[in-house]
């Protein structure tokens, strides 16, 4: 089964950066490198929301509010994906998980960004 292991969150100032990865364990490559993967992002109380997603050619699509701040990227050869965020705000706390954007397999346990004002 796929799994999907997020990393490198953690607690930041305000104005501070942080670069989350995401592996496609057990994805195999056929299908990972062309499939578009997305970031998101759920706070308590709320739904989780889509944050940012690149396709398997490469473009990239970013909800309003991180456009310009943050930058995903992939590495095909090690099935991971980034996600590079400048210029950190408080909303910008939540846990972050990434998925298959058109077809989701079961989430995995995502990683926790606290930003401090």
């Known amino acids: 089964q796929v799994q999907l292991v997020e990393s490198g969150g953690g607690l930041v100032q305000a104005g501070g950066s942080l670069r989350l990865s995401c592996k496609a364990s057990r994805m195999i490559t056929s299908v990972f490198n062309p499939s578009t993967m997305g970031w998101y992002r759920q706070v308590p109380g709320k739904q989780r929301e889509f944050i940012a997603a690149?396709?398997?050619?490469?473009?990239?699509n970013y909800t309003d509010p991180v456009k310009g701040r943050f930058t995903v990227s992939r590495d095909n050869a090690k099935k991971t994906v980034y996600l590079q965020m400048n210029s950190l705000k408080p909303e910008d706390t939540g846990v972050y998980y990434c998925?298959?954007?058109?077809?989701?397999?079961?989430w995995g346990k995502g990683t926790l960004v606290t930003v401090s004002s």
């Open positions: 998925n298959n954007v058109r077809a989701p397999v079961p």
């Open positions: 690149i396709s398997g050619t490469g473009s990239t």
